[in-house]
T-cell receptor, first 115, second 111 residues
Framework: DAGVIQSPRHEVTEMGQEVTLRCKPISGHDYLFWYRQTMMRGLELLIYFNNNVPIDDSGMPEDRFSAKMPNASFSTLKIQPSEPRDSAVYFC?????????????FGDGTRLSIL | TQLLEQSPQFLSIQEGENLTVYCNSSSVFSSLQWYRQEPGEGPVLLVTVVTGGEVKKLKRLTFQFGDARKDSSLHITAAQPGDTGLYLCAGENQAGTALIFGKGTTLSVSS
């Protein structure tokens, strides 16, 4: 079975540019999560969706960040304009349900470098 | 604020040694999950512990959930280079709206 697919795997761009990260969750999973991982702060939840609807975006750092899920098989995380401090690895994860026993299935991440 | 503190932050050992890593909190969690993350990949779930005092074994890995459900440990017997990676513990916040991750223990096993 295909896992969570993220693209691109690596992105290097100059500050001020728009960055779009993409995610295809596992088919049949109702929940989709976007995380950011840095050495300093570890893995932080940015936003999550249930059935394509954003439920909690309290982790989104600033208005420069936005996320959409137009359908059950696709989500985007956009940064506009990008800044060097946005450099991190961004992960998308999906799960069939919420709850203590529900594992989250992670993609392999997008390593973003803003110069 | 619920936090999960993991220790040690880094651990470098030789093949064949035993080790234990810890995940501690001042808050009670209904369950804790352990993930392993290898370089260039996303975290992969190893196990979920649910009941206070529970012990789960996964081959050479032994996971324990504290009686008070505030802490957990992972013990690896006879570590192998394939065990190298970042070990993360995670638990749901009290509102049930987010999974909180510890910062992890980076394990390096050399042959």
């Amino acid at each position: 079975d295909a896992g969570v697919i993220q693209s691109p795997r690596h992105e290097v761009t100059e500050m001020g540019q728009e960055v779009t990260l993409r995610c295809k969750p596992i088919s049949g999973h109702d929940y989709l999560f976007w995380y950011r991982q840095t050495m300093m702060r570890g893995l932080e939840l940015l936003i999550y969706f249930n059935n394509n609807v954003p439920i909690d975006d309290s982790g989104m750092p600033e208005d420069r960040f936005s996320a959409k899920m137009p359908n059950a098989s696709f989500s985007t995380l956009k940064i506009q304009p990008s800044e060097p401090r946005d450099s991190a690895v961004y992960f998308c994860a999906s799960s069939p349900d919420r709850g203590d026993n529900q594992p989250q299935h992670f993609g392999d991440g997008t390593r973003l470098s803003i110069l | 604020t619920q936090l999960l503190e993991q220790s040690p932050q880094f651990l470098s050992i030789q093949e064949g040694e035993n080790l234990t890593v810890y995940c501690n909190s001042s808050s009670v969690f209904s369950s804790l999950q352990w993930y392993r993350q290898e370089p260039g990949e996303g975290p992969v779930l190893l196990v979920t512990v649910v009941t206070g005092g529970e012990v789960k074994k996964l081959k050479r890995l032994t996971f324990q959930f504290g009686d008070a459900r505030k802490d957990s440990s992972l013990h690896i017997t006879a570590a192998q280079p394939g065990d190298t990676g970042l070990y993360l513990c995670a638990g749901e916040n009290q509102a049930g709206t987010a999974l909180i991750f510890g910062k992890g223990t980076t394990l390096s096993v050399s042959s």
